[in-house]
């Protein structure tokens, strides 16, 4: 029952052993040891661990035949094996419309949209093309239009931070609602989800205008300082930067934190990092001022955080919602 | 072990006969106790037997798997175990085997998918990942060298076997082979990103 130490266990060599078991057992060859197979696959969890992660790519690589490269190859086997003996010609014409294909394929290339969406209770990071990064909050979308004179994207739902990488030559331009911010190498935030969407300058500077509307010969604009935020609702020409608590900016580590703030708008903040919601049973207790960092996404973590702040009742109702009420 | 032997020994000795005395209260009881006294001498021995055989999450539950096997075995219902150990790494052994078999069944599984990935849906999220998953995967044809791409599509879409594709293209099976590892090494690399 000792466990054996294995030889080659350094990630890459596992992963090629794996690799060459795979290549094997497909050729169909009979000489094949399972034994000798079932002996190093569980001799060590990473080479269980490595085996398991080739058969998974093996499986997706099932969806080859969705492809332009599969479906745009000659049909018939004859053909293509035609091209496996060396007819040079015919491999160029394959990556000629391979490459025409290429371009054909909403999905590939120069997409002219590309869209980025997270779901309830994730944050993820994307890198796009040029550079910039864009962390979506809980369930949130960006639509990204890239072309050669501009960086154009749109922030449809929830909140974003976009890392902008300097481009002298294009714009990055975002639009939220009926506003656009016009960066150069900066980091900001946009929330949507505010009862007036706010733009909150971390880094660099930003203009926020309003978009021109037919008819209208003035665009109303203001230009933000780090550590200043924005409400872009209603009249941006009166509203005045406003300065940015610390506590806002850490979205994107998962982690939230409050400081004196409104138990019914902290627990708000929290619904939306799961489907399991927290609602405040007690009128009184929503105006409870909270101060304190949790994990987005626990809501019973926070549930129990706050019933023992507040000496409040936490029980799950039916639907499995978390109730929180007073002790009676 | 001590504790084992203590309660295996009697339950393993011939049955009363009518003129015995009963054997006292505890002893009835005992059967389902001593299992609970295996688990906790043998548990965590399997924990750590497992922890280095199979994922840290899994092994807590190949421990579970282990001891519902030994419990629902004939040769424990009939107390006839003489040495639960070995009889248990026994079990443990043949657990990780039947997953290594399992993964071996699915190494030759010959089937060519035909299911159309959902691109569109309603879990935005799950259509843009499907989306990226066959991008990834058309660039990464796209950047095999044309020899090996097409000995690769001719064996996972057109479900060609090695010997086929070598003696249409006069490479040995060996070779096939190579472009295969060639293959898949490539496309790991690129769909794992």
């Known amino acids: 029952m000792e466990g054996r130490a294995t030889a080659s266990s350094a990630p890459d060599a596992v992963r090629e052993q794996a690799i060459a078991w795979l290549a094997r057992f497909r050729s169909g060859a009979t000489d094949v040891d399972h034994a000798e197979f079932e002996d190093w696959y569980i001799a060590d969890p990473r080479h269980a661990e490595a085996y398991e992660a080739i058969l998974e790519t093996w499986d997706q690589t099932a969806l080859a035949a969705q492809t332009p490269a599969a479906s745009h190859r000659h049909t018939g086997r004859r053909h293509s094996l035609a091209r496996i003996a060396g007819i040079a010609a015919a491999v160029l014409l394959l990556f000629v419309a391979g490459s025409y294909a290429l371009t054909r394929y909403p999905w590939r290339g120069p997409a002219p949209e590309t869209l980025l969406a997270s779901r309830i209770g994730e944050i993820r990071t994307i890198v796009l093309d040029d550079g910039s990064r864009v962390t979506l909050d809980t369930d949130s979308v960006v639509h990204v239009n890239f072309d050669d004179d501009q960086r154009r994207l749109q922030l449809e739902r929830g909140r974003a931070r976009f890392e902008v990488a300097h481009d002298a030559r294009r714009a990055f331009v975002v639009t939220a609602g009926a506003s656009e911010i016009v960066a150069h190498g900066t980091v900001f935030d946009i929330d949507l989800r505010q009862p007036s969407a706010l733009v909150s300058l971390l880094q660099g500077s930003v203009e926020v205008r309003k978009t021109a509307r037919a008819g209208e010969a003035r665009r109303t604009s203001a230009v933000l300082r780090p550590g200043q935020q924005l409400a872009l609702g209603g009249t941006a020409a009166t509203a005045q930067p406003a300065m940015i608590r610390s506590t806002e900016t850490r979205w994107p580590t998962g982690m939230l934190s409050f400081e004196d703030t409104r138990l019914a708008e902290v627990v708000a903040s929290a619904n939306r990092y799961s489907q399991t919601r927290i609602v405040i049973g007690d009128p009184a207790a929503k105006e409870r001022r909270f101060t304190g960092t949790f994990k987005a996404g626990d809501p019973k973590q926070l549930a129990d955080m706050i019933g023992t702040m507040f000496e409040l009742r936490v029980e799950r109702d039916p639907n499995d919602n978390l109730v929180i009420a007073s002790r009676k | ?193």
């Open chain 2, 1 to 193: 072990m001590r504790v084992i032997d203590g309660f295996l020994k009697p339950a393993t000795v011939p049955r009363l006969a009518e003129a015995d005395p009963l054997p006292p209260e505890d002893r009835l009881v005992r059967p389902m106790p001593a299992l609970d006294d295996l688990y906790r001498v043998h548990g965590p021995r399997l924990l750590r037997f497992f922890a280095r055989r199979a994922d840290r999450q899994d092994a807590s539950d190949l421990v579970h798997e282990s001891f519902i096997r030994f419990a629902s075995s004939e040769a424990c219902r009939d107390r006839t175990i003489e040495c639960p150990e070995a009889y248990l790494n026994q079990i443990a052994t043949n657990l990780l085997r039947d997953r290594a078999k399992s993964a071996l069944q699915r190494s030759l599984a010959n089937h060519v998918p035909a299911d159309e990935v959902p691109l569109a849906g309603t879990d935005l999220v799950a259509a843009l990942e499907a989306r990226d998953r066959l991008n990834r995967l058309q660039n990464a044809l796209m950047r095999l060298k044309p020899k090996t791409r097409d000995i690769f599509l001719a064996h996972r879409l057109d479900g060609l076997s090695y010997k086929q594709i070598a003696e249409r293209s006069g490479l040995s099976i060996k070779g096939v082979e190579w472009h295969m590892t060639k293959a898949i090494d490539h496309l790991d690399r690129a769909l794992r990103r």
